[in-house]
């Protein structure tokens, strides 16, 4: 059995400051970290290594200029990493993205199981599980928030939330599943495999391959979003603060209301 994560990475918020009155966003301190709905994606890949014994291949979310996030899976335990190297779009979005990884996974020679994280830490994006098993012509679970492997591996079930409480949705393999933001805690890495995939060194480092994206399609998709520059929110003002008895304070509220509806 094969299953494939795919992860992506974001700025760290601790190290990002956004001042509305300049309408900028600074970076104090650029270091990416990986989403939390990819995180507990590749978790999910790992218990399922752990029960079934299945390979694990890492796959990017996005065209990186670096292979960091592919790295720390491998020093989590994935068997195979892919870097997809070339220059991309300027907005590779999910719908290029998912035609991308469908090539890599026919690349393969296929899969079983395909994991992602539901949805983006920065942009909020949750097209591309849905859109990738499109293109796959596989059947989808989403927002699960515990996967299994069942019947010798021909089925997977998924704990997914419904009217209120949770459901136990269950597809045939193949399938793509999208794992929901805090539904599982990553393991540490192995500090072995941390030290010899950052330092190159033994198979935990060979597992780490690169291929050019460009020789995997015929033709090249077209991004459907397109950058338009940012926009920022007035600045938020300040309140006043109202003492007194309940009557008072209710009087003082009813008063400012008035005078900023100009009554």
């Given at each position: 059995m094969r299953a494939i994560v795919v992860?992506?990475?974001?700025?760290?918020?601790?190290?990002?400051v956004v001042n509305r009155r300049a309408g900028r966003i600074f970076v104090n301190r650029e270091e990416y970290i990986l989403p939390p709905a990819d995180r507990c994606a590749l978790e999910a890949a790992m218990r399922i290594k752990d029960a079934t014994g299945c390979e694990v291949i890492a796959l990017p979310r996005a065209l990186f200029p670096d292979d960091d996030v592919l790295r720390q899976a491998l020093a989590i335990g994935a068997d195979r990493a892919i870097y997809l190297s070339g220059r991309g779009p300027d907005c590779a979005d999910d719908a290029f993205m998912a035609s991308v990884l469908a090539a890599a996974i026919r690349q393969l020679g296929g899969a079983d199981l395909v994991l992602t994280g539901a949805?983006?830490?920065?942009?909020?994006?949750?097209?591309?599980?849905?859109?990738?098993?499109?293109?796959?012509?596989?059947?989808q679970i989403l927002d699960a928030w515990q996967v299994e492997v069942q019947d010798s591996m021909t089925v997977v079930q998924a704990v997914v939330?419904?009217?209120?409480?949770?459901?136990?949705?269950?597809?045939?393999?193949?399938?793509?599943?999208?794992?929901?933001?805090?539904?599982?805690?990553?393991?540490?890495?192995?500090?072995?495999?941390?030290?010899?995939?950052?330092?190159?060194?033994?198979?935990?480092?060979?597992?780490?391959?690169?291929?050019e994206w460009q020789t995997l399609l015929e033709e090249r998709p077209t991004p459907v979003l397109?950058?338009?520059?940012?926009?920022?929110?007035?600045?938020?003002?300040?309140?006043?603060?109202?003492?007194?008895s309940a009557a008072e304070m209710a009087r003082a509220v009813a008063g400012a209301l008035r005078q900023r509806l100009g009554r």
């Amino acid at each position: 059995m094969r299953a494939i994560v795919v992860l992506g990475r974001v700025l760290d918020p601790a190290g990002i400051v956004v001042n509305r009155r300049a309408g900028r966003i600074f970076v104090n301190r650029e270091e990416y970290i990986l989403p939390p709905a990819d995180r507990c994606a590749l978790e999910a890949a790992m218990r399922i290594k752990d029960a079934t014994g299945c390979e694990v291949i890492a796959l990017p979310r996005a065209l990186f200029p670096d292979d960091d996030v592919l790295r720390q899976a491998l020093a989590i335990g994935a068997d195979r990493a892919i870097y997809l190297s070339g220059r991309g779009p300027d907005c590779a979005d999910d719908a290029f993205m998912a035609s991308v990884l469908a090539a890599a996974i026919r690349q393969l020679g296929g899969a079983d199981l395909v994991l992602t994280g539901a949805t983006t830490l920065d942009t909020g994006w949750t097209q591309l599980g849905p859109r990738l098993a499109e293109i796959l012509d596989w059947p989808q679970i989403l927002d699960a928030w515990q996967v299994e492997v069942q019947d010798s591996m021909t089925v997977v079930q998924a704990v997914v939330p419904a009217d209120g409480g949770y459901a136990l949705a269950e597809a045939d393999l193949p399938a793509l599943v999208t794992i929901a933001a805090g539904a599982l805690k990553l393991r540490y890495p192995n500090g072995v495999r941390l030290i010899n995939v950052y330092r190159g060194i033994g198979a935990v480092a060979e597992a780490l391959e690169r291929w050019e994206w460009q020789t995997l399609l015929e033709e090249r998709p077209t991004p459907v979003l397109e950058r338009r520059g940012q926009e920022f929110p007035p600045e938020r003002e300040r309140g006043v603060r109202v003492s007194g008895s309940a009557a008072e304070m209710a009087r003082a509220v009813a008063g400012a209301l008035r005078q900023r509806l100009g009554r």
